[in-house]
């Protein structure tokens, strides 16, 4: 319980302050933001999958939740947002002095489900964790998880619902694959084709 109201009360300054350290927030000033991004996306062991049909968007500031990238398919009917901390970019603060602090690679399962409270219109979403061997395959990740919701208008004005992929590689990163859109009909085709777009690179080995 210590940890899960560290994680609570937290959490909003810990995302900003993941944010601004990443090499992404270092190089908003650069005019290729692509590239900046694919700097901290190898940084933190993962890959992206281009597809053709998507078309880069600015990132817009908001006090939600700080992300890195984003693209917009050209029906307009998804958008999809990411965001990615590099598990050696997270400083933690910890003074409860009966419990060590807890390790960021501990902290997964609680930041997910802190971020899709924020992400979300009245909290308290459901999630659904994938199997080890179904989050292997897709993302190439120890842990991985999903949760639908209607999206907080402070985050996203154009979109009224989301689907948020979260994955998690242990002593790598957490990363977030964000989807939003509309029509619930329009996006399941996108969304199934474009699960994955952003994964962990493949290891040599399963990841331990």
Do not use: C
């Amino acid at each position: 319980m210590a940890i899960r109201k560290f994680i609570t009360s937290l959490l909003g300054a810990l995302l900003v302050l993941i944010h601004l350290g990443t090499p992404a927030a270092a190089d908003a000033a650069e005019k290729d933001a692509r590239a900046a991004f694919d700097r901290l996306l190898q940084e933190a062991g993962l890959r992206m999958h281009r597809q053709t049909q998507y078309i880069d968007q600015p990132t817009q500031a908001n006090a939600i939740l700080p992300y890195e990238y984003a693209l917009r398919h050209e029906s307009g009917a998804l958008e999809v947002r990411f965001i990615v901390r590099p598990l050696n970019r997270i400083e933690i603060e910890y003074n409860d002095p009966h419990n060590a602090a807890p390790e960021p690679n501990h902290l997964f399962p609680l930041l997910f489900e802190s971020i899709t409270n924020r992400l979300s219109v009245g909290g308290g979403t459901a999630t659904s964790t994938f199997p080890e061997a179904e989050a292997l395959d897709k993302f190439n990740a120890n842990w991985a998880a999903a949760s639908a919701f209607d999206i907080n208008p402070d985050f996203a004005t154009d979109y009224r619902n989301a689907l948020i992929i979260g994955m998690h590689r242990n002593d790598m990163a957490d990363a977030y694959t964000l989807f939003l859109y509309d029509d619930h009909e329009q996006a399941k085709l996108l969304i199934n084709e474009s699960i994955s777009i952003m994964s962990f690179t493949p290891a040599a080995t399963a990841p331990q």
